[in-house]
């Protein structure tokens, strides 16, 4: 079992920074990769990054590459999301996941799931 709590979300103007983080409970750490996804009112979940359980391997939506970094520190139990350059298009319920058994990129191959933590970017 991993249990998951993001924080750090809020308001930001267009051009801003935040960054996130998730916490995890339960498993060890460091054996399971974890991932971002967004949720926008009206719109499906989507995938923003992944991170392997080491923090060596990182893939990013085409939509925030460059912009936003996932990152890990395995001593903390602790994932972030560094959030720069924000948009308006970004404003969403941010979510971490862990442990994907299928396909990375795929919401419904996690089995743990925070609860979100709102992002807001006003223009």
């Known amino acids: 079992q991993v249990q998951l709590v993001e924080s750090g979300g809020g308001l930001v103007q267009a051009g801003g920074s935040l960054r996130l983080s998730c916490a995890a409970s339960g498993r060890t750490f460091s054996t399971y990769p974890l991932g971002w996804f967004r949720q926008a009112p009206g719109k499906e979940r989507e995938f923003v990054a992944v991170?392997?359980?080491?923090?060596?391997?990182?893939y990013y939506a085409d939509s925030v590459k460059g912009r936003f970094t996932i990152s890990r520190d395995n001593a903390k139990n602790t994932m972030y999301l560094q959030m720069n350059s924000l948009k308006p298009e970004d404003t969403a319920v941010y979510y971490c996941?862990?442990?994907?058994?299928?396909?990375?990129?795929?919401?419904?191959?996690?089995?743990?799931w925070g609860q979100g933590t709102q992002v807001t970017v006003s223009s």
């Open positions: 991170i392997d359980g080491y923090g060596s391997t990182t």
């Open positions: 996941a862990a442990d994907p058994s299928g396909s990375y990129r795929q919401w419904d191959a996690y089995g743990y």
